[in-house]
């Protein structure tokens, strides 16, 4: 059963190296977390694509991520940021940034407690600004070395601005939100080479419930070596009121390289 699900994950990798990426209003950092150091000390993760062809097909497409997990007792803290630009016969193809921060306190051997600040810029979702601040609780369902699963609930406070595109009902509106958010992630180690992280998160605003926006993730992380990985990830995201020229739901299909020290 395992070897036809990482034969299957593969076939997934190869077509995503064909897959143009679309991008969700929430973004997963519980990723980053799975593996956080045990004992006090610090972690971290580089994550870089380029995509550069010329020709008859000319493309510029360079994007990158990282993040630093520290440890001091009971305290863990989190900075991740990720950017991409992309461009391609003179027409922007990408152009996005995101910048996120959290502390997870661990209140006694299950409870948790989050505190997080996070800030977004994604042309193409129209985005000029998404910032938003919360906290809540977590609890620690399963914890082993081989298995864990995390659920959390938090409140957050968010706030948008929209760019001034022209033909948009909406262009340049300002908001603000009090939202919940809700997720479940677990990660479960096939082998000492091979691992799979699952996160959900669903987050409705708590004046109006009907707006809800959802994010499924399933990655597969192989281990190429003690410090470099290969990382196949699919995502699945809706939201119920997005910007005016916006979809409501959003896939992505990706296979990136990691880089861990």
Same mark, same amino acid.
């Given at each position: 059963?395992?070897?036809?699900?990482?034969?299957? *994950?593969?076939?997934?990798?190869?077509?995503?190296?064909?897959?143009?990426?679309?991008?969700?209003?929430?973004?997963?950092?519980?990723?980053?977390?799975?593996?956080?150091?045990?004992?006090?000390?610090?972690?971290?993760?580089?994550?870089? #694509?380029?995509?550069?062809?010329?020709?008859?097909?000319?493309?510029?497409?360079?994007?990158?991520?990282?993040?630093?997990?520290?440890?001091? &007792? $009971?305290?863990?803290?989190?900075?991740?940021?990720?950017?991409?630009? $992309?461009?391609?016969?003179?027409?922007? /193809?990408?152009? #996005?940034?995101?910048?996120?921060?959290?502390?997870?306190?661990?209140?006694?051997?299950?409870?948790? *407690?989050?505190?997080?600040?996070?800030?977004?810029?994604?042309?193409?979702?129209?985005?000029?600004?998404?910032?938003?601040?919360?906290? $809540?609780?977590?609890?620690?369902?399963?914890?082993?070395?081989?298995?864990?699963?995390?659920? $959390?609930?938090?409140?957050?406070?968010?706030?948008?601005?929209?760019?001034?595109?022209?033909?948009?009902?909406?262009?340049?509106?300002? +908001?603000?939100?009090?939202?919940?958010?809700?997720? /479940?992630?677990?990660?479960?180690?096939? +082998?000492?080479?091979?691992?799979?992280?699952?996160?959900?998160?669903?987050?409705?605003? /708590?004046?109006?419930?009907?707006?809800?926006?959802?994010?499924?993730?399933?990655?597969?992380?192989? #281990?190429?070596?003690? *410090?470099?990985?290969? #990382?196949?990830?699919?995502?699945?995201?809706?939201?119920?009121?997005?910007?005016? &020229?916006?979809?409501?739901?959003?896939?992505?299909?990706?296979?990136?390289?990691?880089?861990?020290?």
């Amino acid at each position: 059963m395992r070897r036809l699900m990482l034969r299957a *994950w593969l076939v997934t990798a190869v077509i995503g190296l064909t897959l143009t990426t679309a991008h969700a209003q929430i973004v997963n950092v519980q990723g980053a977390l799975a593996k956080a150091p045990v004992q006090d000390g610090a972690t971290g993760q580089l994550e870089l #694509k380029l995509n550069w062809r010329e020709g008859n097909n000319p493309l510029f497409d360079i994007g990158g991520a990282g993040n630093v997990v520290v440890r001091r &007792g $009971g305290v863990i803290g989190l900075v991740l940021a990720r950017g991409a630009y $992309g461009t391609s016969r003179g027409l922007t /193809l990408a152009r #996005k940034s995101f910048e996120h921060a959290r502390a997870r306190i661990e209140l006694d051997v299950r409870w948790r *407690w989050e505190v997080f600040a996070q800030h977004e810029y994604d042309q193409f979702r129209r985005l000029s600004l998404r910032a938003l601040i919360g906290t $809540g609780p977590a609890l620690q369902i399963i914890d082993t070395p081989e298995l864990a699963l995390l659920a $959390g609930a938090s409140y957050l406070y968010e706030g948008e601005r929209l760019d001034r595109r022209a033909g948009t009902v909406d262009a340049g509106a300002r +908001s603000t939100a009090h939202r919940g958010s809700v997720y /479940l992630t677990g990660h479960e180690d096939l +082998s000492t080479s091979v691992a799979i992280v699952e996160t959900m998160y669903v987050q409705p605003r /708590l004046d109006h419930p009907g707006d809800v926006r959802l994010l499924g993730e399933l990655a597969v992380l192989s #281990k190429l070596s003690s *410090w470099i990985a290969l #990382k196949d990830s699919f995502n699945v995201a809706y939201d119920r009121t997005p910007p005016d &020229g916006v979809r409501r739901y959003d896939t992505s299909l990706e296979i990136a390289l990691l880089v861990a020290f």
